[in-house]
């Protein structure tokens, strides 16, 4: 049983097009992650969603948009796709509550290569 | 804001060598520290963690204490194997900030046989 899923695992594509990476997670959690791992393996915050509202939203181009359907999906769309946003892209998603010791667990990642 | 520094690998060791990775960190008030690990080709999974201070987060021969005087989360093991060549990374979580967690910059370890 995959915990936290995406697809797709692998995405090439051009500079300038659209696409999407989806989320799905089966843990019953009510809040879903989107962080960013660039070349050098460094991870950072893009987006959180809390039952389906926008928590946080860091300093993210608006190219990036994140929409939660409902708690279990999170999908993340990117509009004009640029050299630099090729990295890997993680979903993770917890239980909210509890002072901030609950643990996050994360899907296996989709890296996003834009030629 | 919340900041995370780790020391920057590639760490190379032999297998039953002694390994630790610094850890320390920034925050505005009292966050929860992580050690999370990333196999090659993998996702992050969670390795050990602790709440408040002076606790000791421990997890498949791996520990690290909370120091809150020293601001730090250093882990250790004392036997590494060849299957712990990983990527490591340390972590904090404050409730202020919504509960993301902060990372530092990841630690290559790479054990030979």
């Known amino acids: 049983d995959t915990a936290v899923s995406q697809t797709p695992k692998y995405l090439v594509t051009q500079m300038g097009n659209d696409k999407s990476i989806k989320c799905e997670q089966n843990l019953g959690h009510d809040t879903m992650y989107w962080y960013k791992q660039d070349s050098k393996k460094f991870l950072k915050i893009m987006f959180s969603y809390n039952n389906k509202e926008l928590i946080i939203n860091e300093t993210v181009p608006n190219r990036f948009s994140p929409k939660s359907p409902d708690k279990a999906h999170l999908n993340l769309h990117i509009n004009s796709l640029e050299l630099g946003d090729s990295a890997v892209y993680f979903c993770?998603?917890?239980?909210?509550?509890?002072?901030?010791?609950?643990?996050?667990?994360f899907g296996p990642g989709t890296r996003l290569t834009v030629l | 804001g919340d900041s995370v520094t780790q020391m920057e690998g590639p760490v190379t060791l032999s297998e039953e060598a002694f390994l630790t990775i610094n850890c320390t960190y920034t925050?505005?008030?009292?966050?929860?520290l992580f050690w999370y690990v990333q196999y090659p080709g993998e996702g992050l999974q969670l390795l050990l963690k602790?709440?408040?201070?002076?606790d000791k987060g421990s997890n498949k021969g791996f520990e690290a204490t909370y120091r809150k005087e020293t601001t730090s989360f250093h882990l250790e093991k004392g036997s590494v194997q060849v299957s712990d060549s990983a990527v490591y990374f340390c972590a904090l979580s404050e409730v202020a900030a919504g509960n993301k967690l902060t990372f530092g910059g990841g630690t290559r370890v790479l054990v030979k046989p």
């Open positions: 925050a505005t008030g009292y966050p929860s």
């Open positions: 993770a998603s917890s239980l909210s509550g509890g002072g901030g010791r609950n643990e996050q667990f």
């Open positions: 602790a709440t408040k201070a002076d």
